[in-house]
T-cell receptor
Framework: NAGVTQTPKFRILKIGQSMTLQCTQDMNHNYMYWYRQDPGMGLKLIYYSVGAGITDKGEVPNGYNVSRSTTEDFPLRLELAAPSQTSVYFC?????????????FGQGTRLTVV | DAKTTQPNSMESNEEEPVHLPCNHSTISGTDYIHWYRQLPSQGPEYVIHGLTSNVNNRMASLAIAEDRKSSTLILHRATLRDAAVYYCILRDPNSGYALNFGKGTSLLVTP
């Protein structure tokens, strides 16, 4: 049972480079989320999706883009990496049953921008 | 958004009960209280959630004050594996009911 899978686990980017953080889930969940976590802080919401083809901004969307072409995948794109985007990124998903269904998180992607 | 307030850190001895408090004085009548925890170098994981009544599961118990302005997560016998950051969370209805994380409480468990 894979759950939520994120790749890569670690990445070092140079300033101005681009990359895509991959997130896939095998639980047929409609809701998916991207968070970032800076050292010593809680998670902050970057983008979310309530279903395939529907995405919306969270609290800290600047510098990021997302797409949701399938139920399973929710990639996060960084177009012009900046040092301020050094963080740990977590993807999460949950089912649609009620608003209180349990959310499942991936293991995270640790990104360093130098 | 309704917010939660938790102590930054707490310490417990192994095999003793732990009571982790949370204040949520602006909670709405329909907000559930969720608890997640984050073990070192891992993603958060679900612990428990509740609305008004006290709740129990295999991991923990959740005691909710009658006025719902506060709650307490209870770990009945702390183990070293319970050392983690514990987050008391209200969902954000304006963001697909995303979990709205604060800084949480860092729990240290000593042998």
């Amino acid at each position: 049972n894979a759950g939520v899978t994120q790749t890569p686990k670690f990445r070092i980017l140079k300033i101005g480079q681009s990359m895509t953080l991959q997130c896939t889930q095998d639980m047929n969940h409609n809701y998916m989320y991207w968070y970032r976590q800076d050292p010593g802080m809680g998670l902050k919401l970057i983008y979310y999706s309530v279903g395939a083809g529907i995405t919306d901004k969270g609290e800290v969307p600047n510098g990021y883009n997302v797409s949701r072409s399938t139920t399973e995948d929710f990639p996060l794109r960084l177009e012009l990496a900046a040092p301020s985007q050094t963080s740990v990124y977590f993807c999460a998903s949950r089912g649609s049953g009620t608003v209180n269904t349990e959310a499942f998180f991936g293991q995270g992607t640790r990104l360093t921008v130098v | 958004d309704a917010k939660t307030t938790q102590p930054n850190s707490m310490e417990s001895n192994e095999e003793e009960p732990v009571h982790l408090p949370c204040n949520h004085s602006t909670i709405s009548g329909t907000d559930y209280i969720h608890w997640y925890r984050q073990l070192p170098s891992q993603g958060p994981e679900y612990v428990i959630h509740g609305l008004t009544s006290n709740v129990n599961n295999r991991m923990a118990s959740l005691a909710i004050a009658e006025d719902r302005k506060s709650s307490t997560l209870i770990l009945h016998r702390a183990t070293l594996r319970d050392a983690a950051v514990y987050y008391c969370i209200l969902r954000d209805p304006n963001s697909g009911y995303a979990l709205n994380f604060g800084k949480g409480t860092s729990l240290l468990v000593t042998p």
